[in-house]
């Protein structure tokens, strides 16, 4: 059974910067990227930012370009989400995810995604 386990998330005020971290127990066979949604209360589940396990390729939402930075490190099976210039629209539960995507920027996932529990982030103005 594969688990993803993410930590880092807490209360900041905007402006401020929050570091996620995401360490899966093993390598997941049938996946190439490693990715972070968020969910806030009452609204869909939406992508913010993903990285190719195999080449680096990274993509973002629109709304976290410039902001956030998705980064790895393949030896520890660990994808990190580096968020700075927070804002109180960034206030969500954040979701770590192990996926097959068609892309190198691991767009066009297919197959099994993993989740892990989540992490809370709230962003105050």
């Known amino acids: 059974q594969v688990q993803l386990v993410e930590s880092g998330g807490g209360s900041v005020q905007a402006g401020g910067s929050l570091r996620l971290s995401c360490v899966a127990s093993?390598?997941?066979?049938?996946?190439?990227?490693m990715g972070w949604f968020r969910q806030a209360p009452g609204k869909e589940r939406e992508r913010v930012a993903a990285?190719?396990?195999?080449?680096?390729?990274?993509s973002y939402a629109d709304s976290v370009k410039g902001r956030f930075t998705i980064s790895q490190d393949p030896a520890k099976n660990t994808a990190y989400l580096q968020m700075n210039s927070l804002k109180p629209e960034d206030t969500a539960m954040y979701y770590c995810?192990?996926?097959?995507?068609?892309?190198?920027?691991?767009?066009?996932?297919?197959?099994?995604?993993?989740w892990g529990q989540g992490t809370q982030v709230t962003v105050s103005s």
């Open positions: 995810a192990a996926f097959y995507a068609r892309t190198q920027r691991c767009t066009g996932m297919t197959g099994s995604t993993y």
């Open positions: 093993r390598y997941i066979y049938g996946s190439n990227c």
């Open positions: 990285i190719s396990t195999t080449g680096g390729g990274t």
